[in-house]
């Protein structure tokens, strides 16, 4: 499957497929195989969700301060269960098919 280069002009709503993007390290993009995260992570939409989430945390500046949210949104590591995690360059590899899997 492919996905759009961009972003609609307007969404009523977002959810995405498989490992939601909270669920990792910002710098890191988490899936169960290579191939789930080929076809379940848009990079445009995890980038929107980050904007969203850094205009939340700025309004409410507790979020990032309390322990139990600040170790669930922000984590510093991918949590083990996670077969495959990647860079933002490696998972464009991947899904421009330059690569079978890291």
Known sequence: REFPATLPQQMDMYYSVG???WQCPRDLYCA???QEAKTNIWLPLHDLWWTHFDQMIHEWTWIAQH???KDYCLP???PKHFGFNATRANLQALQQNSVKEF
Do not use: L, M
């Open 19 to 21: 490992v939601q993007p």
């Open 76 to 78: 510093k590591r991918p």
């Open 32 to 34: 169960e195989t290579a």
């Open 67 to 69: 322990r139990k949210f």
